[in-house]
C-alpha cells in the first residue's frame, strides 16, 4: 500500500506533500513527507479512539480538504 502511494505522489509534482498514517484502529499517528524540503515531519501526539475521535476526526477531513483542493488547482492549471 505504502509503494503504491509513493508511485501515484510521484506523477503529481505539483503536490508537495504527503500526509501519511500509521494506525492500530485504537492508535493513530501522523507523520507528513515534504517533497521539496526532503524532509519528514513525524508528529509527536498520538491519537486515541473513542478518547480522541474529534480531534482525529478534524486532521482526517482537513488532509481530505486539502487534498481535494489541490486537485482542483490542478485541475485548474491543466484547463488554461
Known amino acids: 500500500m505504502i509503494t503504491g502511494a509513493l508511485d501515484n505522489w510521484e506523477r503529481t509534482p505539483q503536490q508537495p506533500t504527503l500526509l501519511g498514517s500509521v494506525t492500530t484502529g485504537k492508535l493513530w499517528e501522523f507523520a507528513l513527507l515534504d517533497r521539496t524540503k526532503q524532509h519528514i515531519h513525524?508528529?509527536?501526539e498520538s491519537?486515541?479512539?473513542?478518547?480522541?475521535?474529534?480531534?482525529?476526526?478534524r486532521i482526517l477531513v482537513q488532509a481530505i480538504l486539502v487534498g481535494t483542493n489541490r486537485i482542483d488547482e490542478a485541475a485548474e492549471k491543466t484547463d488554461r
Open 42 to 44: 513525524v508528529g509527536l
Open 47 to 57: 491519537y486515541r479512539v473513542p478518547e480522541d475521535v474529534d480531534t482525529l476526526m
